[in-house]
């Protein structure tokens, strides 16, 4: 079974730049959840995706974040400026379901804002 | 805001000898996960155990909850170098914001 993929791996921007990041979640899956994980901290939930509606956002800074899942399949998250504090790895993980099951994570970006 | 948090926030120890983590969580729960990451790399599922159990068994790796305190631990038995990594909790819901909530982590060190 593949896992989950993300790219690109190392993204180094300025600040007031523009950045996406992809990810391709396992086949089936209906949850998608992104994570942002600064040094030494925990994962912390951006968004959660059930297919392609948004379950939970509350976390998003939207101002300067988005993050769609077309087709309920791939998603992408943006960020839109670049901030120096969003300096961090960017998981992307899926479930089979939104119940707070066992979530499968990529191997994340890792934003570095100049 | 963090649901869980673990306790040490570091741990160092030899290879052989057994590491235990514990997480203290806020909220009410339907489940507790244990995840483990690797240096540079993404989150592995370790073990879920549900609000209804007490203790779980995989391998090395044993589990408590005990609802009551809002709070479980990790053990791993006879640890090896390869155990190096940082541990995180993860809090599971059914109900309301159902995703996974995680703690700050635990960084264990074997040294070989």
Known sequence: ???????????????????????????????????????????????????????????????????????????????????????????????LTERGTEAFFGQGTRLTVV | SQQGEEDPQALSIQEGENATMNCSYKTSINNLQWYRQNSGRGLVHLILIRSNEREKHSGRLRVTLDTSKKSSSLLITASRAADTASYFCATGKYTGRRALTFGSGTRLQVQP
Request: with cysteine; proline share 5%.
């Open chain 1, 1 to 95: 079974e593949a896992g989950v993929a993300q790219s690109p791996r190392y993204k180094i921007i300025e600040k007031r730049q523009s950045v996406a990041f992809w990810c391709n979640p396992i086949s089936g899956h209906a949850t998608l959840y992104w994570y942002q994980q600064i040094l030494g901290q925990g994962p912390k939930l951006l968004i959660q995706f059930q297919n392609n509606g948004v379950v939970d956002d509350s976390q998003l800074p939207k101002d300067r974040f988005s993050a769609e899942r077309l087709k309920g399949v791939d998603s992408t998250l943006k960020i839109q400026p670049a901030k120096l504090e969003d300096s961090a790895v960017y998981l992307c993980a899926s479930s």
